[in-house]
Every structure is written in C-alpha cells, then in structure tokens.
C-alpha cells in the first residue's frame, strides 16, 4: 500500500494503528486520562496536541513522529543561505540532518522509479535528493 505523505491525517493513522494491533478502547481511554466523546474527536482530527501524540506512541509502540519527519525531507523547500541567517550559532534546539533517509523514504521513491510514475530528474528536483544518491539505490534496489 503506497502511503500519502503529503497530506497526513493523524487521527485516522492513529484509529487504523488502534485497530491493528487490537487494543481495547478502555484501555485507550486509561492510558490517555480522557473519556470516549474526546476519543473520537482525535479519530476525526487532521491533526492533535503533541503532548497527546507522544502518549498515542507511547501506547501503540509506534513513533507517528516519523511520519511528520518524512514529510519534511519529501516536501520542505530547500533552505536560502540568504533567508537563513548564519551569524549566530543556533542554540534552543537539537540540530538534525536533513538527508537522513529512512528505509520508508527510499522504499517510496523506488516505488515511483519502477512504475514509472516520475523519472529520475522530476524526483532529484522535487524531493531535493542528490543525484548520486538517487542512483545508487537504483542500482542497489535493481531486481
């Protein structure tokens, strides 16, 4: 099944993850501090609280973070040197490299070289992943 990245709808990731792994709704409701109508107002949510989501990972032994991760290295425009200022080192939060690839990633973007759906240069310029890169999974994933 071929995940949309692009628009995520984290209250229907987090009943279908509910589903699958069978986990009784009183326990949700236990583990989480809040009662059924609320419930159900996160399975229609789009998107919900942070504090709410870690505890959702929590329960379900699944990190839905990632999926927010992946987005970003699919869909975030490229950084401007010149947006971004440079003269002091930022401090307040962790710093992350952005080519960090996931099995999941390159799974997805094989997925569009071996149908055909995008050629190789329409997937360097719109996920922003180096050439070479590119074709060195092509040549890994051949079958």
């Known amino acids: ?19 699958e792994k069978e986990i009784e709704r009183d326990r949700i409701l236990k583990f989480l501090k809040i009662k059924d109508p609320q419930l159900r107002m996160i399975y229609e949510s789009k998107n919900i609280d942070t504090d709410l989501l870690l505890r959702f990972s929590k329960l379900l032994e699944y990190d839905f973070f990632r999926i ?14 010149n947006y971004v200022k440079q003269d002091k080192p930022q401090k307040s939060t962790p710093k992350f490299r952005k080519n960090l690839y996931t099995t999941e990633i390159i799974e997805f973007i094989m997925e569009l070289v071996e149908k055909g759906e995008m050629k190789n240069s329409e997937i360097i310029n719109k996920y922003n992943i180096p050439k070479t890169t590119l074709y060195k999974w092509i040549k890994k994933h051949k079958k």
């Open 68 to 81: 927010f991760s992946h987005h970003i290295l699919l869909y975030a425009p490229p950084s401007s040197i």
């Open 1 to 19: 099944m071929k995940f949309n990245y692009k628009h995520i709808h984290i209250g229907e990731l987090l009943r279908n993850k509910v589903e």
